[in-house]
């Protein structure tokens, strides 16, 4: 984008959008640091567990950015194979391998002016990562299976809810490009942490939905919000809002009823004392949400939908964990 005196107009207003809910500081640093950042070309990396708030700060800073009138373009590196992948964000070439009968622009391409948006980049393969590194330093790229040499003015804003550094000392993740991305580092708060949101986000869904399923609720039971302000929120800001979402849906009108009874299960300690690798920990309670949703991944009431992430992100960690796509499935 050609670098103007006019750059510097979208940073109208220091509070979040409207439909962003929380006063927690450490949620308030996050959007001041937006402020800061969204206006400038820097690379963002936004940290934070699922169902965060990533993408919405993502989104955030596109429309703060002066690239807001340019595309948006997102990918999400865990969701597809690393073959499919490279071509993806690259393009190619008609010819390049078999099946590419036509020419194709990959998503740098397709982002050309405006920003790219590269969810779960812990998941970028390690031999496409100096390909990245380059489109981030040079602005450019050869697509798959040509010389030919394409120049882009992209923005780049990546996010994880992996340990990046972590990956970086078991040398899964180049310290090059975790350098070149982390120039801004935004880490978004677990909904534990700030759990004086819990009310007013719980509010905040509640009207949401009801008014989009035309329902009236005269108020949300004191009582249940302890319950919900307790809870141990595995799957975060999504996860609540999933819940809140199936509460009124369940609910008749004007008596808004919380399933707190579903709550019980996600934070239970294992009953042995016994410590669990994360692994483990994660492989069960994946199968236990499984059974318990009758082996349905996708959907509103699927697995993915419960667990808070999304449907593919779901099955690339089921893969991982040796979970077959039919666990949990009722045996007839
Ligand atoms: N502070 C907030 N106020 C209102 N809604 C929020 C807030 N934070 C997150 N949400 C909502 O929670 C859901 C999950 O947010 P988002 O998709 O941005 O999370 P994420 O960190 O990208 O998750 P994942 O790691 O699973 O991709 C979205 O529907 C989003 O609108
Ligand atoms: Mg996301």
């Known amino acids: 984008m050609a670098s103007s005196a006019v750059a510097y107009i979208h940073a109208e207003s220091e509070e979040p959008p409207a439909d962003v809910v929380g006063a927690h500081q450490g949620l308030r640093r996050v959007w001041t640091s937006v402020q800061m950042v969204a206006p400038t070309d820097s690379p963002v990396l936004i940290q934070g567990e699922t169902g965060t708030g990533k993408e919405l700060v993502a989104r955030a800073i596109h429309m703060r950015s002066r690239r807001s009138r340019g595309p948006y373009v997102q990918l999400n590196c865990a969701a ?58 040079e602005q450019e790229f050869e697509p798959l299976g040509g010389t030919r040499t394409i120049r882009v003015d992209v923005r780049v804003v990546a996010a994880t809810n992996q340990d990046l550094l972590q990956m970086l000392r078991e040398r899964r993740f180049r310290a090059d490009l975790f350098y070149r991305l982390n120039v801004f580092p935004l880490a978004l708060p677990a909904l534990r942490e700030r759990r004086e949101d819990i009310p007013p986000l719980v509010e905040h869904f509640v009207r949401k939905f009801s008014e989009r399923m035309n329902k009236t609720f005269l108020r949300v039971p004191d009582e249940a919000i ?107």
Request: glycine fraction near 12%; aromatic fraction near 6%.
């Open 226 to 332: 302890e319950t919900l302000k307790r809870h141990h929120w595995p799957g975060n800001v999504r996860e609540l809002e999933n819940f809140v979402h199936r509460a009124v849906i369940t609910s008749p009108p004007f008596d808004l009823r919380f399933p707190l009874e579903d709550l019980v299960s996600s934070a239970q300690p294992d009953a042995s004392g016994a410590i669990r690798t994360l692994a483990e920990a994660e492989r069960a309670h994946i199968m236990d949400v499984l059974n318990r949703v009758g082996g349905v991944v996708g959907g509103r009431e699927g697995a993915a939908a419960r667990l808070g992430v999304a449907r593919t992100t779901l099955l690339y960690r089921m893969r991982r964990l040796g979970i077959s796509t039919g666990a949990g499935r009722p045996e007839l």
């Open 80 to 137: 597809m194979p690393a073959g499919l992948l490279e071509s993806e964000l690259f393009g190619h070439e008609r010819g390049a391998f078999t099946g590419a009968v036509s020419q194709f622009a990959g998503r740098f391409e397709r982002a050309h002016g405006g920003t790219l948006f590269l969810d779960e980049i812990g998941d970028m393969p390690l031999e496409l990562q100096p390909k990245l590194l380059r489109v981030l330093q």
